[in-house]
């Protein structure tokens, strides 16, 4: 708002440790770049009044190989264990020549399918606390 710098969104980073926010720039309080590059990014210097705007996308990087770790949010671990657990019973319901085995591989195929729908579509907003979009973090007067 009242600040010396021009664009603060080439010149800034922030980042969450735990429940700590972190805002690191590469400018001084003037607005003058800072060229060394072992002090380049140093805590921001610049007086908030009306509150921060942190804006982020979620898109999660792609699997391109089966040694690929997945680029999950920790709130989504649960139903993608579920979604994988209602693929293996269903392979193991289409694979098996015994039809009780069938069939109860299928219903417990149905179950997981189940509960992992409830978490991504019924229940997703409500569950999930960490989804991309505008968010605003207003800080605390401290006079």
């Not at 190989?65 to 949010?73: A, G, P, R, W, Y």
């Not at 019973?89 to 085995?101: A, E, I, P, R």
């Not at 997981?112 to 019924?122: C, G, L």
Request: aromatic letters at 6%.
């Amino acid at each position: 708002m009242a600040s010396n710098i021009t664009y603060p969104e080439s010149t800034s980073r922030w980042f969450i440790e735990g429940d700590k926010l972190c805002l690191i720039t590469k400018v001084d309080s003037s607005g003058n770049t800072r060229t060394s590059a072992r002090k380049q990014w140093k805590a921001i210097a610049e007086a908030v009044t009306d509150g921060i705007l942190l804006h982020y996308y979620a898109e999660p990087n792609s699997v391109k190989s089966l040694n690929d770790d997945i680029d999950l949010d920790n709130t989504m671990h649960l139903a993608l264990v579920d979604y994988v657990k209602k693929c293996l019973y269903m392979d193991k319901s289409g694979t098996s020549v015994d039809g009780n085995v069938a069939a109860a591989a299928m219903q417990m195929s149905r179950m997981h399918e189940k509960n992992f729908n409830d978490a991504v579509i019924r229940y997703g907003m409500k569950k999930r606390d960490k989804t991309g979009g505008s968010r605003v973090l207003k800080s605390v007067s401290l006079l």
